[in-house]
């Protein structure tokens, strides 16, 4: 599926599931495309136009900011019927750093994705997160996914919590986890616990 020297990242975008990459605009270019077999490309950006792209490659532009208020829900039932039908190919999702909007369309493909069971919204952040470290969907748009997790699979893995404490901030619980584990790790090192 990777080309060449190709592990997990390859020219700015990353292998976060087989078949799904994420990655920023700038990466995009039909070599690329074709080495790994991309037949999907879902274009998250309305700041750079999409590029020409080999007749075998399908573009799904959604040409959206990344804002806080800013609704990605309608996309989410396409990208996810997208993945389904990309059988032998691979799906690129691409904004323009490939932090906020690719993540979080690239994680409603998986979340919508009933017949992978283990993919709630958690596992699906974890695992994305582990292959591509930097991923961080805006607060809207991860609550967002919290709501189409509970539509598609009756329950939601992750809540939205009030960061910090009596700001009327919310952030998802996975934000939270990661804050508490920055804070802790410098404090673990020199004080035994």
Known sequence: ?????CRRICVGMSLVWPGIWVGSVRSVTPELLKANRISVLVWVTPEVSPPSLPGTVQLIHIPLK????????????VVTTAFKNCQ???MMFVCLAGVSRSATLALAALVGNTDLPQMTLKYAYKTVKAARPFIHPNTG?????????KDVRGTSTVSMVQYPPYSGDMIPDVYLQEINQSVAAPFHAFVPI
């Open 88 to 90: 032998g190919g691979g």
């Open 66 to 77: 990344d804002d806080h208020d800013t609704d990605l829900t309608p996309f989410f039932p």
């Open 1 to 5: 599926m990777m080309s060449g020297d």
């Open 141 to 149: 748009f991860f609550s967002q996914l919290v709501r189409y997790e």
